[in-house]
């Protein structure tokens, strides 16, 4: 176990991080009947100007200092909903206008109960660095209210040699906007947009259809190479309706627009799933645990369908994975083989992380993996939301070390560096 190359900086729940969120109320039937939007609004449209100025200031003593452009995000929400009504802003007047976007938004403590199983990627923007330094973008799980996961990101340094810098967090954190959301076709992919102004640390992902109302959960985001330097970046996460799951991609080139599509097909029923950051022999790769107990290896030959069954890949072997192993994030490319992290869970739920080793060539091809845990729960990272568990879903190679950020108990997050070697040495 690599026990010894902890880093001491660990990532908390803050309640304090808040952000507007669109008040959607197509979730409770809107698109249908629009009615109780319209009524709303036709409630603040018999205020007096005297009354509407009153409502208006008092809301933005209680919120304006706390969230980012606050009147232009109420104007902009005020838009969304007059097309949706097919309401003509004409004669409507500008505070007005924000006073009825506020009554279609709401605060959101996204990080209140817990931030936990990060993944981490090269930052599409490496300019400015020493050869020995990389810059790196980690997503993470934030879970606020009602226990829904939302996508939040943080950038920073990693250096050759095992050194971690994050970047601050700015002051007000800004939710990504879907504005076609209300009348968006309920299976239809959404894509949804960081605003101008902010910072990418600052950003957070909400859930935004009726799939994933309950959380977006476990982003394991990867660098996708189409070749010819051509990258995209890829995720995998789990959607959550509160009584149902699907896998979901994430897609972006910039970081700025972000499209959020379903995975068609047997395999999208299933939760965990990783991509590999390239295509194997003509296709794209996935391992999943298609069964909930094992590993296997899933083929296509398009990134939004996934009918393969799978070719079992792993099952538990060892007593600290006994009760199911999965994957914890995309394979890394090494001179090696593909380097798989997974995760297993043993006696009392504990859950650890282990390593496989697959073939370049044919990744059914389990070269080795790790008798004992990479790492595991100790001390202080035994106590969380739910003890005992350890959990990432992505590693990152710098120069001949690994960065291994992870989740602890599903309340925070903590760091560990390794060398490629370590993790060779304790594969059988």
């Avoid at 600290?320 to 999965?326: K, P, R, S, T």
């Avoid at 190679?397 to 925070?412: E, F, K, W």
Wanted: glycine share 8%; charged share 20%; with cysteine.
């Amino acid at each position: 176990m690599i026990q010894s190359e902890l880093h001491p900086l660990r990532l908390k729940a803050d309640p304090a991080r808040v952000v507007v969120r669109p008040f959607h109320l197509a979730w409770q039937g809107n698109k249908s009947d629009p009615g109780r939007a319209r009524r709303l609004v036709d409630q603040v449209l018999t205020l007096s100007d005297q009354e509407v100025g009153r409502a208006l200031q008092q809301i933005m003593q209680n919120f304006e200092t706390r969230h980012w452009q606050t009147r232009k995000v109420f104007l902009r929400r005020f838009a969304e909903i007059s097309k949706l009504l097919k309401l003509s802003s004409t004669g409507i007047g500008d505070k007005r206008q924000q006073l009825i976007g506020a009554y279609f938004c709401q605060e959101y403590s996204y990080a209140a109960a817990a931030l936990m199983n990060p993944s981490v990627v090269p930052h599409p923007d490496q300019s400015g660095l020493d050869q020995h330094t990389t810059r790196i973008l980690m997503s993470l799980r934030a879970v606020g209210e009602g226990h829904i996961s939302s996508i939040a990101f943080r950038e920073g340094l990693v250096s050759a040699r095992g050194g971690l810098e994050l970047a601050p967090e700015p002051p007000i954190a800004v939710a990504a906007d879907a504005p076609e959301l209300d009348t968006l076709c309920t299976d239809c992919a959404v894509t949804v947009y960081r605003n101008e102004d902010a910072n990418l640390s600052g950003t957070v992902i909400f859930p935004v259809t009726a799939a994933q109302q309950n959380g977006l959960e476990d982003l394991r985001l990867t660098r996708f190479d189409h070749g010819a330097g051509d990258y995209e970046w890829i995720g995998t996460y789990t959607a959550f309706s509160g009584h149902s799951i699907r896998s979901e991609l994430l897609r972006t080139r910039d970081f700025r627009h972000f499209e959020l599509e379903p995975i068609h097909g047997r395999a999208g029923r299933n939760k965990g799933m990783a991509l590999f950051p390239e295509k194997i022999g003509g296709s794209y790769a996935m391992v999943g645990r298609q069964d909930g107990v094992n590993l296997y290896l899933i083929r296509s030959d398009r990134l939004q369908t996934w009918d393969d069954d799978g070719v079992l890949l792993m099952e538990p072997q060892y007593p600290w994975e006994f009760l199911q192993i999965g994957n914890c994030g995309s394979p890394i490319k090494t001179s090696e083989g593909w380097l798989l992290f997974t995760h297993g869970v043993g006696a009392m739920r504990k859950y650890a992380l282990g390593c496989a080793l697959l073939d370049l060539d044919d990744p059914t091809k389990v070269l080795g993996r790790t008798a004992r845990p990479v790492l595991t729960a100790v001390d202080a990272d035994r106590s969380g939301y739910v003890p005992n568990v350890v959990y990432t879903c992505g590693a990152l190679p710098v120069a001949d070390r690994l960065l291994i950020p992870y989740g602890i108990s599903d309340s925070s997050v903590g760091f560990a560096t390794c060398t490629l070697d370590d993790i060779l040495a304790l594969m059988e």
